[in-house]
């Protein structure tokens, strides 16, 4: 079974930056498309940025375009979401997650195999 680990949440004023960090062990990384989702208190999961195996081809949702970078080392199994210019809205658990390497169907929760616990993220105003 897959393990995903999620770590470098924590709590920031606006306009601060984080680095998360997702370890993946058992997983054929490089096989795999990863994912970052978020979900805030009392809402619903959402995508939001994914990186396909070869480092090169990313997505974003549009709230986070020019702020947020996603990026892997597939040596290291290690994936990575860059988080700049944090805004209060950005507050949520963050969530890494894998499926098999794919063009299409990013964005779409139900496509991904394995996911992690979770790390929190805390923009204060």
């Known amino acids: 079974q897959a393990q995903l680990v999620e770590s470098g949440g924590g709590q920031v004023q606006a306009g601060g930056s984080l680095r998360l960090s997702c370890e993946a062990s058992?997983?054929?990384?490089?096989?795999?498309?990863m994912g970052w989702f978020r979900q805030a208190p009392g809402k619903e999961r959402e995508f939001v940025a994914a990186?396909?195996?070869?480092?090169?081809?990313?997505y974003y949702a549009d709230s986070v375009k020019g702020r947020f970078t996603i990026s892997r080392d597939n040596a290291q199994n290690t994936l990575y979401l860059q988080m700049l210019s944090l805004e209060p809205e950005d507050t949520a658990v963050y969530y890494c997650a894998a499926r098999w390497d794919t063009d299409n169907g990013q964005s779409y929760q139900t496509n991904y195999a394995y996911w992690g616990q979770g790390t929190q993220v805390t923009v204060s105003a």
């Open positions: 058992t997983l054929a990384f490089s096989n795999y498309l």
């Open positions: 990186i396909r195996w070869n480092g090169v081809t990313t």
